[in-house]
């Protein structure tokens, strides 16, 4: 079994990813701000407490409960934060709250989460079909689109440094799905993928992606957007 951690766990893909790990008998710590949806769930081997990306403080209660597990076998990326705003009309600061959660949450996460990986882990960080260079783009994402752009070359610099002792870095740009996100970019559009098809497909890619790629980036879609 697996020591697994998950940020963006209260709701879409994350909340469905901590079941489906939990179901199969791993261990997981799931990271959210809001810690309840996952408390409810009452899983004896799932451990969450809350955790704000943004906040340099709650990477103290991380570095706490690290100290209890001997590894990570695997690191998810998966919390967001959407802004869905014309760009004129983006604030500094709104723009900067992007890239706090987005990327420099992730790249602090698992600068926390790697000395406790060896060769066979495996980090995956959830990027969106926006931030593929060539891909269609719409209007409003200006922050949210790009931020997922530097995060996939992030996994392509951290699989190149730390190639010779691992581990695997890869990253998933997701096309849409049925989730609460989605909804606040698109309004009435309707996505082919539920939560928990995808995070099914997460799941497994998450355990044995690495045997087979590394500093990859994979287009997880069949819709536009």
């Not at 901590?18 to 799931?30: I, M, N, P, S, T």
């Not at 810690?35 to 955790?51: E, G, I, M, R």
């Not at 597990?69 to 998810?76: E, F, K, S, T």
């Not at 730390?162 to 870095?169: H, W």
Request: charged share 20%; aromatic share 10%; proline share 4%.
């Amino acid at each position: 079994m697996a020591n697994i951690i998950i940020t963006g766990t209260s709701r879409g893909i994350g909340y469905e990813l901590v079941k489906l790990f939990a179901e199969e008998g791993h261990q997981v710590l799931a990271l959210s701000r809001n810690a309840q949806p996952v408390l409810d769930l009452k899983f004896s081997n799932v451990h969450t407490f809350s955790f704000d990306l943004g906040q340099p403080r709650d990477y103290e209660k991380l570095t706490n409960f690290l100290e209890t597990w001997d590894r990570v076998d695997v690191l998810i990326n998966n919390a967001g934060k959407l802004l869905n705003k014309p760009f004129l009309e983006t604030s500094q600061e709104e723009f900067e709250a992007v890239y706090k959660v987005n990327v420099f949450g992730v790249a602090g996460m698992t600068k926390m989460v790697l000395p406790k990986m060896g060769k066979e882990g495996h980090v995956v960080t959830i990027s969106s079909m926006g931030g593929v260079q060539g891909s269609m783009k719409f209007p409003g994402l200006a922050a949210y689109s790009s931020s997922k752009g530097a995060v996939i070359t992030l996994t392509e610099l951290w699989a190149e440094e730390f190639k010779e002792t691992g581990p695997s870095f890869n990253v998933l740009a997701l096309g849409a799905v049925q989730t609460e996100m989605l909804a606040e970019a698109f309004p009435g559009y309707q996505a082919p993928v539920t939560a928990l098809e995808m995070a099914t497909y997460v799941k497994d890619f998450a355990l044995t992606g690495q045997k087979l790629y590394n500093g990859k980036l994979l287009q997880v879609s069949n819709s536009t957007p």
